[in-house]
């Protein structure tokens, strides 16, 4: 019989660099339930994690501390780091020879990196020329699969969405901030009756401008020009650039909301053609990477809780607008570490890989 390590000796060499934080723990997941199609996985984090043993492919294997040394022999690198980690050491990996799959945003708008989600614009990973290929932001990635199928069928000419945003697209520090802000809450019964209190009892705001437990902040990102937030110029500047379309019309709003993980967005979509709804549903029925539950009678939509650790975007409460022939109004959610993250970064890197291997 072959081993498993001889099995694995002609596949490409991946790299995992920021495998110890929330999305590459979700990576290792990934990883393991997966098809398989590495040789060697390294993982590679920060000097104070280095040392530590996590688990992926059913295996222990120890973390490196992040050098150069790190990506000799590396054929694709997965980075999740912030975004001056990356501005700084994806060109040494690209140096050392791998390709680099970036999630931070250090390259998403560098006209030589290309911004990829494979249900969307797959070729564009081959097209790379600085050897990095970008992630987009997790809120552009909860709409833009399902965003994708209906632009190849109808043309997409203008967005206006709203979006609904986890604490966890903070990192660990919002994930934190909620739940002790929930446990606090929890112990206040009447919280709510009068301005005020609820900023009083919950403290520490963390990462957020204002207490999110039992409450919606309209405000997610940093502060840009004309007072838009980056969060919003991300969904309008990214979703531009995945579907090839410089001069689409997009309007958003970024809301942070007391849920721990998943994105989800409601989104007003006209295109060039008219749309009926029904067409719409069947085209995104069977689109990859789409699960379409649009029931509302029976209770059946797109809900955060359902969609959390799940793959696919959900999509539903699709209608017709009242006022225009040529619009949509639909509802979806996406989880923001697996497909808003980990999984588009996995795909990605899979990609290159079949690549590599002549698949």
């Known amino acids: 019989m072959t081993s498993?390590?001889?099995?694995?000796?002609?596949?490409?060499?991946?790299?995992?660099?920021?495998?110890?934080?929330?999305?590459?723990?979700?990576?290792?997941?990934?990883?393991?339930?997966?098809?398989?199609?590495?040789?060697?996985?390294?993982?590679?984090?920060?000097?104070?994690s280095a040392g530590r043993r996590l688990r992926v492919r059913g295996e222990e294997v120890e973390v490196r501390a992040l050098s150069a040394e790190c990506f000799d022999g590396v054929d694709v690198a997965m980075f999740d780091v912030p975004d001056e980690v990356s501005a700084v050491w994806a060109p040494v990996a690209t140096g050392r020879g791998a390709v680099v799959v970036d999630n931070s945003g250090a390259f998403r708008m560098n006209p030589e990196v290309p911004?990829?989600?494979?249900?969307?614009?797959?070729?564009?990973?081959?097209?790379?020329?600085?050897g990095i290929i970008a992630n987009p932001n997790c809120t552009t990635l909860s709409m833009i699969v399902v965003l994708g199928v209906l632009h190849r069928q109808?043309?997409?000419?203008?967005?206006?969405?709203?979006?609904?945003?986890?604490?966890?697209?903070?990192?660990?520090?919002?994930?934190?901030?909620?739940?002790?802000?929930?446990?606090?809450?929890?112990?206040?019964?009447?919280?709510?009756?009068?301005?005020?209190?609820?900023?009083?009892?919950?403290?520490?705001?963390?990462?957020?401008?204002?207490?999110?437990?039992?409450?919606?902040?309209?405000?997610?990102?940093?502060?840009?020009?004309?007072?838009?937030?980056?969060?919003?110029l991300k969904v309008r500047n990214e979703s531009r650039k995945i579907l090839g379309l410089p001069d689409l019309r997009v309007s958003a709003t970024c809301v942070r909301v007391p849920v721990i993980t998943t994105h989800s967005l409601a989104v007003h979509a006209v295109f060039d053609a008219p749309v009926q709804v029904a067409d719409a549903q069947a085209a995104l029925r069977d689109a990859p990477g789409v699960l379409l539950v649009d029931d509302p009678s029976a209770g059946e939509f797109p809900t955060p809780a359902d969609a959390v650790g799940t793959d696919p975007t959900w999509v539903g409460r699709?209608?017709?607008?009242?006022?225009?022939?040529?619009?949509?109004?639909?509802?979806?959610?996406?989880?923001?570490?697996?497909k808003g993250a980990a999984l588009n970064t996995a795909q990605i890197a899979e990609l290159v890989a079949s690549e590599l291997t002549g698949g």
């Not at 911004?115 to 600085?130: D, F, I, K, Q, Y």
């Not at 409450?215 to 502060?223: F, T």
């Not at 607008?321 to 959610?333: K, M, Q, Y």
Request: no cysteine; hydrophobic share 45%; net charge negative.
């Open 154 to 232: 109808y043309g997409l000419r203008e967005l206006v969405v709203a979006s609904y945003q986890a604490a966890s697209g903070a990192g660990q520090a919002g994930i934190d901030t909620l739940r002790a802000q929930l446990a606090k809450v929890a112990a206040s019964p009447d919280l709510g009756t009068r301005s005020g209190d609820l900023r009083a009892a919950v403290g520490d705001l963390g990462p957020f401008p204002a207490p999110l437990a039992l409450n919606v902040i309209p405000w997610a990102g940093s502060a840009q020009d004309a007072g838009w937030t980056s969060e919003e």
């Open 4 to 48: 498993t390590s001889t099995s694995r000796s002609n596949r490409p060499t991946l790299a995992v660099v920021g495998a110890t934080g929330a999305v590459g723990s979700v990576m290792l997941d990934l990883l393991t339930h997966r098809t398989d199609v590495w040789g060697e996985v390294r993982l590679v984090a920060s000097a104070r």
């Open 318 to 338: 699709i209608r017709a607008s009242l006022d225009d022939p040529h619009a949509l109004e639909l509802f979806v959610s996406g989880d923001n570490l697996r």
């Open 115 to 130: 911004l990829v989600v494979p249900e969307v614009n797959a070729a564009a990973a081959r097209l790379r020329p600085l």
